[in-house]
């Protein structure tokens, strides 16, 4: 059985795998694949603000010590927070205990190499691989090789200090009004110190974390309420976190949230202009985006290469070919230039010295885009029992859209128990009783088989 999704290991606080006796024995594990020759053997440890949270990081911290390795714990900080801090402190490689935008109940855990990237699907099968076949009970190091724990002190400093690098010294950020919303995660506390410092006049909601309201009604997946707040202070922009940081949704001034694949259009005008990028340049999106996307960006002569779902898969094709940058709809977004990768704050600090360098306001921005209409369904499944019939149900739901004028895209989630099919159209060419219709056809075919 898999342990690793499109993002990391992610399930149930309790349940298999995300117990401590199991996250104990992924830390063994990955201290095997993912330690360094002639190192420091140090890794750091970073979590959101999951009550859980106090379940893991001690047994990971516990699982590397007895491997020999030493343990700085950073938390909580965003995700992205371990690009500079793995370099800074010559890590082997990183770890972060978080679900992301799941609600608290869920947690998981993200492996980094020293380097603050995503680790391969080659690292990932050698951590499965010794987690289901190894005997650790048998792997003796002598008491006085275990390694030890440290606290860093200044870890949100270091951090604040690089999400500061995104910002254009020469601009007056004051200028604009803006309401944050830091889902009660792992952003709580530096996202707004950030925006303060560099003087923006701010109003934030989702700071106060319980450890059990991280993404409760609030942050990226739950928007509403930054948006009412936009409308009543009358804010130039809203900026919506999530759990660990990682995405962010934005609001224009109307109150009105932005796609991801808008917020793509408005940077790929933006830095056409700039000459950041050149006619025919590729900009990189997931398989999922919407297609009114492809139009748009054609009529400015760019060009749009789509990878499978996850922000790894668009981080891997922007360095392997040199692109300048690339998003998903759901709010990842990630640049050539960064210092920090993939983080929604550096997205959303871009984002501002856009607003203040072409002195437009985000709805005016926003226009040139036309998107298609999108039906997302999301049918829960038995995993097991998917994958055993999984080729006979891609067959069916095939062939009930396939001869339909509709973009589709059918795919497991990576990180919870749901089949996902995606359904983009244009609403002149497609009757809503035959998008009704289909929707029925394609919930029956998954519920029927698992």
Do not use: W
Not at 222 to 248: E, H, T
Not at 269 to 276: C, G, R, V
Not at 356 to 365: A, F, G, Q, R
């Amino acid at each position: 059985m898999r342990l690793f999704g499109t993002d990391g290991i992610r399930g149930e606080v309790g349940k298999y795998p995300l117990t401590a006796e199991n996250v104990l024995k992924l830390a063994k594990a990955s201290s095997i694949v993912l330690r360094k020759k002639n190192s420091i053997s140090r890794v750091i440890i970073n979590k959101d603000t999951r009550l859980s949270g106090y379940i893991f990081e001690p047994a990971l911290a516990s699982g590397f010590i007895s491997m020999g390795i030493d343990v700085v714990f950073v938390g909580p900080l965003p995700t992205p927070a371990l690009t500079v801090l793995g370099k800074s402190l010559r890590a082997d490689f990183s770890v972060m205990i978080t679900a992301s935008h799941n609600p608290y109940k869920d947690n998981g855990l993200k492996f980094f190499s020293g380097q603050g990237l995503k680790i391969s699907p080659e690292d990932e099968n050698k951590i499965e691989d010794l987690f289901f076949n190894y005997d650790f009970d048998n792997y003796k190091i002598k008491q006085s090789n275990y390694g030890k724990a440290i606290r860093l002190k200044n870890a949100l400093g270091r951090y604040s200090e690089a999400l500061k690098q995104s910002a254009d010294s020469n601009l007056n950020y004051s200028k604009l009004k803006v309401t944050l919303d830091c889902a009660n995660g792992a952003s709580y506390k530096v996202a707004p110190e950030v925006l303060f410092e560099l003087g923006l006049d701010l109003h934030t909601i989702g700071n106060n974390p319980s450890g059990t309201n991280i993404n409760q009604n609030c942050g990226s997946l739950f928007p509403q309420k930054a948006s009412s707040l936009v409308k009543k202070k009358k804010c130039d922009i809203g900026i919506c976190l999530d759990g660990d940081g990682d995405r962010v949704i934005i609001i224009d001034e109307k109150a009105k949230v932005i796609s991801g694949e808008e917020l793509i259009y408005i940077f790929a005008k933006y830095y056409l202009s700039e000459n950041k990028i050149k006619k025919g340049s590729v900009i990189v999106t997931n398989e999922i985006a919407n297609h009114g996307l492809d139009i748009s960006l054609k009529k400015l002569r760019l060009k749009l290469k789509r990878v499978k779902v996850g922000d790894k898969n668009i981080l891997k094709e922007i360095i392997d070919n040199k692109y300048f940058f690339g998003g998903e709809p759901s709010g990842h977004f990630i640049f050539k230039d960064d210092i920090l990768i993939g983080d929604g704050m550096t997205t959303a600090i871009r984002l501002l010295t856009l607003i203040l360098k072409e002195n437009k306001k985000l709805s005016v921005l926003r226009k040139g885009i036309d998107l298609l209409e999108v039906m997302n369904i999301n049918q829960k499944i038995d995993q097991e029992k998917f994958f055993l019939s999984q080729e006979s149900i891609y067959q069916k739901l095939n062939k009930l859209c396939k001869n339909l004028d509709i973009f589709y895209n059918i795919r497991p989630s990576g990180t919870e128990p749901l089949l996902r099919v995606n359904l983009q159209y244009d609403k002149r060419n497609i009757k809503v009783n035959t998008l009704n219709k289909l929707k029925t056809q394609i919930i029956k075919v998954i519920s029927d088989a698992c």
